[in-house]
């Protein structure tokens, strides 16, 4: 089945520690996303790549990292920078940015830093 | 940055009452999308709009991309409780700008 995945479904960590949320897609899809979702809120775009080997930041990206080696992976690190990382992490493909495509959601990441 | 804001932020409706959630953007937009959000669930795309007037329907939902291309409309006729979410537009350009979401509560 082609789709989007994200793992794990639910992280708890220590205030202080970085973590690596994982996002892959096997849809062959060149632009990849990472949104933060606060309770009630809409999503915010945290970085976002157009191709392989290339990435953006978006309008929050301080106290993130990403990387995109792989066309079809675009992991997330939410580093000690972050000051209120407790948030649901979602991650999205399509076929490419600047095109009027759809974009895929993964089942996204709820992070809990305690 | 763009900025793209809806309204209202909640409404609460009686199952059979219409429903409409409003998008504003403050630039012209190439096209819009609309995204339903179940409670607990990932976004999933309903549809997108590219042309200045334009509108689409799908069953009880229509949707509308204002002539100047700096607003949207969604409305729901007849609402359901599977109509129950959150509904968000999203600007498409080299990225992807979602607005701020109408969360949708449905009564029986």
């Known amino acids: 089945d082609g789709g989007i995945t994200q793992s794990p479904k639910y992280l708890f960590r220590k205030e202080g520690q970085n973590v690596t949320l994982s996002c892959e897609q096997n849809?062959?899809?060149?632009?990849m996303y990472w949104y933060r979702q606060d309770p009630g809120q809409g999503l915010r775009l945290i970085y976002y790549?157009?191709?392989?080997?290339?990435?953006q930041k978006g309008d929050i990206a301080e106290g993130y990292s990403v990387s995109r080696e792989k066309k079809e992976s675009f992991p997330l690190t939410v580093t000690s920078a972050q000051k209120n990382p407790t948030a649901f992490y979602l991650c999205?493909?399509?076929?490419?940015?600047?095109?009027?495509?759809?974009?895929?959601f993964g089942q996204g990441t709820r992070l809990t830093v305690v | 940055g763009q900025q793209v804001m809806q309204i209202p932020q909640y409404q609460h409706v009686q199952e059979g009452e219409d429903f409409t959630t409003y998008c504003n953007s403050s630039?012209?937009?190439?096209?819009i999308q609309w995204y339903k959000q179940r409670p607990g669930g990932h976004p999933v795309f309903l549809i997108q709009?590219?042309?200045?007037?334009e509108v689409k329907k799908q069953k009880r939902l229509t949707f509308q991309f204002g002539e100047a291309k700096k607003n949207s409309s969604l409305h729901i006729t007849a609402t359901q409780t599977t109509d129950v979410g959150t509904y968000f537009c999203?600007?498409?350009?080299?990225?992807?700008?979602f607005g701020t979401g109408t969360r949708l509560q449905v009564f029986p």
């Open positions: 999205a493909s399509s076929i490419a940015s600047r095109s009027f495509t759809e974009a895929f």
């Open positions: 849809l062959n899809h060149d632009a």
């Open positions: 630039t012209t937009l190439s096209n």
């Open positions: 790549s157009q191709i392989v080997n290339d990435f």
């Open positions: 709009l590219v042309k200045s007037g």
């Open positions: 999203a600007a498409n350009t080299d990225k992807l700008i």
